[in-house]
Nanobody, 116 residues
Framework: QERLQESGGGLVQAGGSLRLSCSASRTILSDIDAMGWYRQAPKKQRELVALITNDRTTNYADSVKGRFTISRDHAKKVSLQMNSLKPEDTAVYYC??????????WGQGTQVTVSS
C-alpha cells in the first residue's frame, strides 16, 4: 500500500494561483512509473488533470494546458503549479501514483475553490 501526503489547496479568487504538492512514502523510487493529479467537481466524474512519468513526459487535460504546470521536485514528490485559476477549476484534487507493476493509488484529496 501507499500513503500519499498532499498539501496546498484552499480558496482563491479567479485569476489567482495555488500550488499543490504530494509526497509518496511507501513506494521504492524504482517502482514509481508515474505521478500526477486528478480532480473531481461536484456531480462530475474524476478526471485527469496532469501526469508526469519517470522520463519526465507530461500530459495535461486540455482545459488546463498553458495554465497548470506539473513537476517532480524530487524523485518521490510531485507538485502542480496552478495559475490563472478559473471558477470551473473548483474541485477536490487528488494526488495519484502508478507503480511499474500497474497498481494505482490516490491521496485523500485537497479542496481547491476558485471564487468569481
Amino acid at each position: 500500500q501507499e500513503r500519499l501526503q498532499e498539501s496546498g489547496g484552499g480558496l482563491v479568487q479567479a485569476g489567482g494561483s495555488l500550488r499543490l504538492s504530494c509526497s509518496a512514502s511507501r513506494t521504492i523510487l524504482s517502482d514509481i512509473d508515474a505521478m500526477g493529479w486528478y480532480r473531481q467537481a461536484p456531480k462530475k466524474q474524476r478526471e485527469l488533470v496532469a501526469l508526469i512519468t519517470n522520463d519526465r513526459t507530461t500530459n495535461y487535460a486540455d482545459s488546463v494546458k498553458g495554465r497548470f504546470t506539473i513537476s517532480r521536485d524530487h524523485a518521490k514528490k510531485v507538485s502542480l503549479q496552478m495559475n490563472s485559476l478559473k471558477p470551473e477549476d473548483t474541485a477536490v484534487y487528488y494526488c495519484y501514483l502508478r507503480r511499474v507493476a500497474g497498481s494505482e493509488y490516490w491521496g485523500q484529496g485537497t479542496q481547491v475553490t476558485v471564487s468569481s
